[in-house]
């Protein structure tokens, strides 16, 4: 694709709030493709919209309340011109095999396709976090414009869902390191904040407020297997899944293989944020018994 050209098969739609040590690392990563960027900011008051700017990106901002929220917002006002979206997070950047594969991309070599699943690799403190169930781990990241939704029946993880069919690719990943996290005070506020909005999200579930767009199906897609497991956890009894889920992680899908920062990260994300989940939902439980 030539320098002058402009990209006519895909644009980047980026969700952004403080992120000036991120930002920076994302656009450069996706530069060469020239292709439009669009970035949601929600408030930043660092650096992150003059660097926005600096690559030429469209800006809009709106209030944060939860990510699928800012997806739908994303979706339904950026003008987007074509066929192809991109959904990044600002924390992510592009791998060489994986920018190649998006050079060489041709909306017609995919005429009968309307989502692709890109894999990703999570670092955390410095550290590929390779096993405990995170890798490979994909997420549907590319989609049709006309074709996509953000599911707001999740209160917390965002998941994009297309009807038509859909493709992995194997080759070639997101990068996704949050440089803030390197802070252990940073990822425990964040997740502290993330435990409300996925208690109250289970709540909810159990009094059919919410329900499953997606059909859980374990031989489906990646988001299909996902949404069936986690049908599974909402079964399972409070206070014993987190153990047994870091159990899982960390013995049986060898999370112990990590070193030190993946017991952190095991530990901390599969079983001191699922137990805060659960004790927040005993606590507004009771809450809304007494009321």
């Known amino acids: 694709m030539g320098k002058n050209m402009i990209n006519q098969h895909y644009s980047f739609i980026i969700l952004t709030h403080d992120e000036e040590i991120h930002l920076p690392r994302l656009l450069n990563s996706i530069c060469n493709l020239n292709a439009a960027v669009y970035i949601l900011d929600s408030g930043s008051t660092d650096q992150t919209i003059p660097i926005a700017q600096q690559f030429g990106a469209q800006i809009r901002q709106f209030p944060f309340s939860n990510h699928p929220q800012q997806w739908h917002h994303a979706l339904e006002?950026?003008?987007i011109r074509t066929p192809w979206v991109i959904g990044l997070d600002a924390d992510q950047i592009l791998s060489t095999e994986l920018n190649q594969l998006l050079l060489d991309f041709k909306d017609k070599n995919y005429s009968n396709i309307d989502g692709i699943y890109f894999n990703r690799k999570n670092y955390f403190k410095g550290k590929w976090i390779r096993h405990g169930g995170y890798f490979p781990f994909y997420q549907l990241k590319m989609f049709r414009a006309d074709k996509a939704i953000s599911d707001l029946n999740e209160g917390m993880d965002h998941?994009?869902?297309?009807?038509?069919?859909t493709l992995i690719w194997e080759k070639g990943c997101l990068?996704?390191?949050?440089?803030?996290e390197n802070n252990?005070?940073?990822w425990i506020n964040?997740?502290?904040t993330y435990s409300n909005l996925l208690a109250k999200e289970e709540i909810e579930r159990k009094l059919f407020l919410r329900k499953q767009i997606l059909k859980p199906l374990f031989w489906g897609n990646p988001d299909q297997k996902r949404a069936w497991l986690k049908k599974l956890w909402w079964q399972m009894p409070l206070f014993v899944r987190p153990a047994l889920y870091f159990s899982w992680r960390y013995i049986f899908r060898l999370g112990i293989l990590d070193g030190y920062q993946g017991f952190l990260f095991h530990f901390l994300q599969g079983f001191w944020f699922?137990?805060?989940?659960?004790?927040k939902i005993r606590e507004m439980t009771k809450n809304h018994e007494q009321n």
């Open 77 to 79: 006002h950026f003008d």
């Open 184 to 186: 252990i005070s940073f």
């Open 159 to 165: 998941r994009f869902i297309v009807n038509g069919k």
């Open 274 to 279: 699922r137990l805060i989940v659960d004790v």
């Open 190 to 192: 964040k997740h502290n």
């Open 175 to 180: 990068i996704e390191e949050n440089l803030k």
